[in-house]
């Protein structure tokens, strides 16, 4: 008879009940996020016209055609707002973090028990945090959760999930980490070909795994964008990195990089203190998941969801009670979990904290009157931040550039980025762009430049953001 102990199923039960707890706190918290705008803008757009490619609708500065590359989760999210308002916005965020809590809590019950399942879970919550707001990035971690939960099973069995095939697809439609999706599919088949190799039937095997992996790249292609849609993350990229900080290394002094970290660390300390031979892809996801915590900001949540059972199943090693077998009466527990949580953020939603949660402008109600009367087709020289929130409130307004980076050419972009920072050659670009209004932030260089140098004047403020009109502009 086994003497092994199991750890207290007091503690393994309100390990877990409390990650569900901090889940739903995120999903529910205020936060500070300025895409948020114009991914409702073009989710209305998209929900008004079923246009996905074309000209742009809002900027005629815009050099390239408009793409709608994650319009599925865009559509949704606008649709939720008709509905319900920004409560329903902040529903769906919620809904997607427990959602992305409960596949990384069920991941990490595959290779470990209830309570470094929760240890390892809490962790990758609060490493991937800085990423949970209510964009299209959040269904790209929820999908990557999914592929982490099919490749965990082709490793154990060496059976390709061809249901991969329709979630890249949908995955396609949301947003552009897909990427990485395919990445791990990659990684971890050739991390299986010393095994298929000793066990000699690399051919039989590798066939339906490369297969697979050419069906969900296929499948790219034959959404509404089409083949356009796989250049799509490179041209974001191009002027991205140059413009947003979560397209930047990570800064590892940041809070949640370092949870990030420390789930990193953890498994490979646990790795060193219990020895013993591991599958080949452990490694590799080990190797890959440390590639993405570091490489850049916004790919952190990845890093954390691939790396958090490896945490798990390493510290059950080093524990001296058993794993608890992950029965159907704790997964029914775990959806009833989810299930209180989601009616929670419901109640919540409905109320104050719906509207709140978004302080991003925040207190713009006098510059929003004042933009309001100005003449449709005026041209904005917008704050690149705020530039969301502005095709969000004012569609019929122009703005002389935004936050959707893929829609302008790399040296318009650039030549606006210089006007904003009022360099050398400022007032020939808003020359050239007949601005005929300014939104910038009240400190701004900009700002300052206009009214001393050119007699703009002061049409509203906010705490942060003054709105500032042009000579002979209409009030």
Known sequence: MSTARRTPAFLTVTATALVFVVALVRGLAPFFEPDVWWHLRVGEHVLDTHQVYGTDPWSHFADKPYAATQWLAEAVAAQAYRWTGLGGVLWLRAAAILALTLLVYT???????????????????LGASGGLNPRPQLVSFILFAVVVHAWMGTAR????????????????????????????????????????????????????????????????????????????????????????????????????ALMALVLVLLTVVCWLVRPGRRPTWQYAWLALGAVLVLAMWRLVPLGVVLVAPLAAGAV??????????????????????????????????????????????????????????????????????VSGWLLWRHPDLTPSADLRMESYSHSYLHRYLDAAEAKPGWDSYLHDVHARYALVERSSALGDALVREKGWRTEATSARFVLLAAPGASS
Do not use: K
């Open 107 to 125: 991941a990490c019950r595959r290779l470990g028990g209830r309570l470094p399942a929760a240890l390892a879970t809490g962790l990758a919550v």
């Open 316 to 385: 059950q090693s080093v524990l001296a009670g058993t794993r608890e077998p992950f029965s159907h009466r704790e997964r029914r527990s775990l959806v009833a979990v989810v299930a209180a949580g989601l009616a929670v953020a419901a109640l919540v939603c409905a109320g104050p904290q719906g509207t709140a949660a978004f302080t991003y402008p925040g207190g713009m109600r006098d510059i929003d009157a004042s933009l309001g009367r100005a003449p449709a087709g005026s041209v904005v020289m917008v704050d690149f931040g």
């Open 157 to 256: 069995d060496l059976r390709p999930r061809w249901w991969l095939v329709p979630v890249f697809w949908v995955w396609a439609c949301c947003h552009g980490l897909w990427m990485f999706g395919v990445l791990l599919g990659a990684v971890t088949t050739l991390a299986l070909l010393p095994h298929l190799a000793r066990r000699g039937d690399l051919r039989s095997r590798l066939v339906p795994l490369a297969a697979l992996q050419a069906a969900c790249i296929a499948v790219l292609a034959l959404t509404p964008l089409g083949p356009r849609l796989l250049l799509a993350p490179f041209t974001v990229a191009g002027n991205a990195r140059d413009v947003a900080d979560e397209w930047r290394a990570t800064p590892v002094t940041n809070s949640f």
